[in-house]
């Protein structure tokens, strides 16, 4: 088990350029979540997906943004048309099924931090 | 809507003193988690302990403890001998499921500093 990767962990990019961040999460586990987080503040949820599903979206998440999980593993996220606004650490997390019995926990990738100039 | 209310942005306390951070929530559902979590300096946030609404029993894991109060909706965090490692932002977190979706709102956050 080698936890929730992502990639790149950092991006530095010019305002108008579009940005692609990946994340795996832990094998065996099929709910994946992405955040945003900026610096002094919490995690915000952005998007959430049960195997391929994508089941809930923030309404944070514009038209810019756009998730995808394909296979039910791996997810990428997608910001078109970068904005200076959109500079923050993109976090990955994953949980495992919630049956037999769920425990809700969600393990943390290392984040993606993205700059836009 | 749910919110998660941490109203102490920074905290400090000595190397194997105990300190109290806390956590207030607002939610019209009866079934739902919360959770501490630890995000050290430049490292990824982990699970510090979890409990679940239903429980009345309050969740323990070695030296952290909480002191869940489902009727006032507060949840604070208690660190015992705190260790120079325990140096890290601490989230409060609310999660619940509703028609098979799930929410987690995380607050904004308590800094805490260990001194030596």
């Known amino acids: 088990d080698t936890g929730v990767s992502q990639d790149p962990r950092h991006k530095i990019t010019k305002r108008g350029q579009n940005v692609t961040f990946r994340c795996d999460p832990i094998s065996e586990h099929n709910r994946l979540y992405w955040y945003r987080q900026t610096l002094g503040q919490g995690p915000e949820f952005l998007t959430y997906f049960q195997n391929e599903a994508q089941l809930e979206k923030s309404r944070l998440l514009s038209d810019r943004f756009s998730a995808e999980r394909p296979k039910g593993s791996f997810s990428t996220l997608e910001i078109q048309r970068t904005e200076q606004g959109d500079s923050a650490m993109y976090l990955c997390?994953?949980?495992?099924?919630?049956?037999?019995?769920?425990?809700?926990?969600?393990?943390f990738g290392p984040g993606t931090r993205l700059t836009v100039l | 809507a749910q919110t998660v209310t941490q109203s102490q942005p920074e905290m400090s306390v000595q190397e194997a003193e105990t300190v109290t951070l806390s956590c207030t929530y607002d939610t019209s559902e009866n079934n739902y988690y919360l959770f501490w979590y630890k995000q050290p300096p430049s490292r990824q946030m982990i699970l510090v302990i979890r409990q679940e609404a239903y429980k009345q029993q309050n969740a323990t894991e070695n030296r952290f403890s909480v002191n869940f109060q489902k009727a006032a909706k507060s949840f604070s965090l208690k660190i015992s001998d705190s260790q120079l490692g325990d140096t890290a932002m601490y989230f409060c977190?609310?999660?619940?499921?509703?028609?098979?979706?799930?929410?987690?709102?995380f607050g904004t956050g308590t800094r805490l500093k260990v001194l030596a």
């Open positions: 977190a609310f999660m619940s499921r509703t028609s098979g979706t799930y929410k987690y709102i």
């Open positions: 997390a994953s949980s495992p099924p919630a049956e037999p019995r769920a425990t809700d926990t969600q393990y």
